[in-house]
Each structure stands twice: as C-alpha cells, then as structure tokens.
C-alpha cells in the first residue's frame, strides 16, 4: 500500500518552516533587549553547557561524587601521615587565587562576577535546572 501525502500540505508546512526560520533575527532580538548578537550566543553556549552539565550531574552524581570524597579522603589521610605535603599558597596562586583572601573575600568576587555577567548566569543557571530535571 502506497502512503501519500496530501499534495501541497508538505510544501505549505516547509515554507511555513522558512518563514519562520527567517523572522528570527538574533541580532534584532538582542539588541531590543539591550544586548548584543555575541551575547546572544554567548547565553546560548552556556545554556548549553549548563543543560549539559545538569543532565550529567544527575545521571551520574553518586558516582562523581564518592569518587571524589574517596579521593579526598586519600589525599587527607596522606597528608597527615605525612606521606604527601600539599602547599596551600602555591595551590591557591596555581587557581588564580589571593593567598591571603578568606572564604568572604571569595564570595563577594563571586557575586562581582555573577553582576557582571548576569545573562550568562541565568541562562547557564536555567539550562543546568532543565538538563537536571530532564536527567
């Protein structure tokens, strides 16, 4: 038995598609939001990544996570029998971190950053809290 399709519904629905592709105009969208078209896609690239990112973390959270508890506890236990000598400072310098910055200090340069970038952080934020509830 031969399926046809009823003629010109398939040709109509294709240029429907098109006309719809092409009324999306990225750079026309983003500057009426005050932004730029590099913005746009610079959300769209963390969207992606954040959905990625949340779609894996909850596929295989356990098992990064007692991994790395298993190594940390390895590294501690290490260090305290002395078999192991970690230099904090030159950790901290080696992440791009102040030596003598405390955890308040960290926070306040965290919520700098998240001002400054806010798109990237909401758009990383919603695509991690999709991927995660669609994991």
């Known amino acids: 038995m031969q399926d046809t399709i009823a003629p010109g519904r398939f040709e109509s629905?294709?240029?429907?598609?098109?006309?719809?592709?092409?009324?999306?105009?990225?750079?026309?969208?983003?500057?009426?939001?005050?932004?730029?078209s590099s913005q746009a896609?610079?959300?769209?690239?963390?969207?992606?990544?954040?959905?990625?990112i949340g779609f894996l973390f909850k596929k295989y959270f356990k098992f990064v996570f007692f991994?790395?508890?298993?190594?940390?506890?390895?590294?501690?236990?290490f260090e305290y029998k002395n078999?192991?000598?970690?230099?904090?400072?030159?950790?901290?310098?080696?992440?791009?971190?102040?030596?003598t910055s405390d955890f308040g200090m960290l926070l306040n340069t965290a919520f700098e950053w998240i001002k400054q970038n806010l798109v990237t952080f909401v758009s990383c934020?919603?695509?991690?809290?999709i991927g995660?509830?669609?994991g």
């Open 13 to 36: 629905f294709i240029n429907w598609i098109k006309s719809i592709w092409e009324a999306v105009d990225i750079k026309k969208w983003s500057e009426q939001i005050g932004g730029s």
């Open 41 to 52: 896609v610079q959300a769209a690239v963390y969207f992606g990544l954040g959905f990625a």
């Open 67 to 77: 991994t790395i508890l298993f190594a940390m506890v390895i590294v501690l236990v």
């Open 83 to 99: 078999v192991l000598a970690i230099d904090w400072t030159a950790l901290n310098l080696l992440l791009g971190l102040d030596p």
């Open 125 to 129: 934020t919603v695509g991690f809290l």
């Open 132 to 134: 995660y509830k669609l």
